[in-house]
């Protein structure tokens, strides 16, 4: 699983060191059931990798708000499907664009809601939701009141 920031650097998209360490705590955390790592922009040649599915964070019109269980039937459908790498992105201040759309052709738009996140926080929420998916998915207490 590889985590996007659109735009500049992973490190410098968090003006929080508070912020970058909580990341990289469900980073570490999610390690434990896939490779996690955390990676600046998108580069031109991942999109030229095979078994790779991308999902956008963005809350624009025609993405979709998941709760807990059903972020993790989509992540244990993309397990299933063979996929070998996940890129999930944060969009930039603008969002995507329709090219970003045409050039990633993301498998999912997956919003949080309708408010507006900073960078670092909807980074973190991510990362929660997918640490929280896994547990789901090993039947594990975290999501259910830990």
Known sequence: ?????????????????????????????????????????????DKKCRGVRVWFCDR??????????QAAEALQQVCDSGVQVLQIVIGGADGFSAQDYDVWKPALKWSFG???LP??????VAAEQIYRAWTIQKNMPYHKGH
């Open 119 to 124: 960078h670092e926080l909807a980074a973190v």
């Open 114 to 116: 309708p408010l507006t």
């Open 60 to 69: 624009s019109a025609g993405s979709k708000l998941l709760s807990s269980e």
């Open 1 to 45: 699983m590889q985590w996007h920031k659109t735009g500049q650097p992973l490190r410098k998209a968090f003006k929080l060191n508070s912020a970058y360490e909580h990341f990289s705590e469900y980073l570490d955390r999610i390690d434990h059931f896939s490779a996690a790592q955390g990676l600046g922009a998108l580069k031109e040649e």
